[in-house]
C-alpha cells in the first residue's frame, strides 16, 4: 500500500496563479520530500521537510508539514508553464531506509 | 558532475526472455533503489540495496532480482519478462533517505 497520496490528481490553471497540491501520509516519519517530474523524464528533487520542521521555502515553493494530521502541502506562487508537470511528494516510510512515493498530481499551467 | 545513468532507454523483448537493465552511478551513494512507474500507480519499489552485496525485496519484487557487486552499479534483471512488466523503470540513489533521492532518465521497457 501506498504511504503517500497527493491531492488532487490532476490541477489545471492559467499561468500566474499559484498552485497548491496536498499530500497525506500514513505512517511516522523523519522527513517528506516533493519531487517534479516533466514527460517522459526522471524525477528532480525540490524540497526536503524535516518532521520538526513546519513550514519551509524555496524560491516560488512553499511547503508545509502538520505531522499531527499526517499532511503536506505545496505551493507554487505565480506559476508559469514551465511549472507544468508531475508532482509527487515521497516519505521515509515508518523511519525507513526506502522512499514510499504517491501516485502525484498533474499539474497544467495555461498560458 | 556526478550523474545517474541507466541504459538502454527503450526496450522491446518477448515474453519469457531474460532482461537486464543497467543503472550507473558516480554519486558514491550507498544507498540505490530501482522503481517501475504505471499510471495511476506512481512510483512502486522493486529492489534496493544498502551497499555492496546488500539487496532487499521492495513492494512488487516477483520476477525480478538485482546485485551489487561494486558501488557504482545496481543492474535489474526480469528472469522471464511478463506482459505486466511492460513500465517504466526508473533507478534512483542517495546518501540516504535523510536526503535527496537523485533519478536516472527511466527505461521504458515493452514485453509483446
Known amino acids: 500500500s501506498q504511504q503517500g497520496e497527493e491531492d488532487p490528481q490532476a490541477l489545471s490553471i492559467q499561468e500566474g496563479e499559484n498552485a497548491t497540491m496536498n499530500c497525506s501520509y500514513k505512517?511516522?516519519?523523519?522527513?517528506l520530500q516533493w519531487y517534479r517530474q516533466n514527460s517522459g523524464r526522471g524525477l528532480v528533487h525540490l524540497i526536503l521537510?524535516?518532521?520538526?520542521?513546519r513550514e519551509k521555502h524555496s524560491g516560488r515553493l512553499r511547503v508545509t508539514l502538520d505531522t499531527s494530521k499526517k499532511s503536506s502541502s505545496l505551493l507554487i506562487t505565480a506559476s508559469r508553464a514551465a511549472d507544468t508537470a508531475s508532482y509527487f511528494c515521497?516519505?521515509?516510510?515508518?523511519?525507513?531506509?526506502?522512499?514510499?512515493f504517491g501516485p502525484g498530481t498533474r499539474l497544467s499551467v495555461l498560458p | 558532475d556526478a550523474e545517474i545513468t541507466q541504459s538502454p532507454r527503450h526496450k522491446i523483448t518477448e515474453t519469457g526472455r531474460q532482461v537486464t537493465l543497467a543503472c550507473h552511478q558516480t554519486?558514491?551513494?550507498?544507498?540505490m533503489f530501482w522503481y517501475r512507474q504505471d499510471l495511476g500507480h506512481g512510483l512502486r519499489l522493486i529492489h534496493y540495496?544498502?551497499?555492496?552485496?546488500?539487496?532487499n525485496k521492495g513492494e512488487v519484487s516477483d520476477g525480478y532480482s538485482v546485485s551489487r557487486s561494486n558501488t557504482e552499479d545496481l543492474p535489474l534483471t526480469l528472469e522471464s519478462a511478463a506482459s505486466s512488466q511492460t513500465s517504466v523503470y526508473f533507478c534512483?540513489?542517495?546518501?540516504?533517505?535523510?536526503?535527496?533521492?537523485?533519478f536516472g532518465q527511466g527505461t521504458r521497457l515493452t514485453v509483446v
Open positions: 534512483a540513489s542517495s546518501e540516504s533517505t535523510q536526503r535527496e533521492a537523485f
Open positions: 521537510i524535516r518532521s520538526n520542521e
Open positions: 505512517t511516522s516519519i523523519n522527513n
Open positions: 554519486w558514491n551513494h550507498n544507498n
Open positions: 540495496s544498502y551497499g555492496v552485496q546488500d539487496t
Open positions: 515521497a516519505t521515509d516510510y515508518n523511519y525507513g531506509q526506502n522512499f514510499v
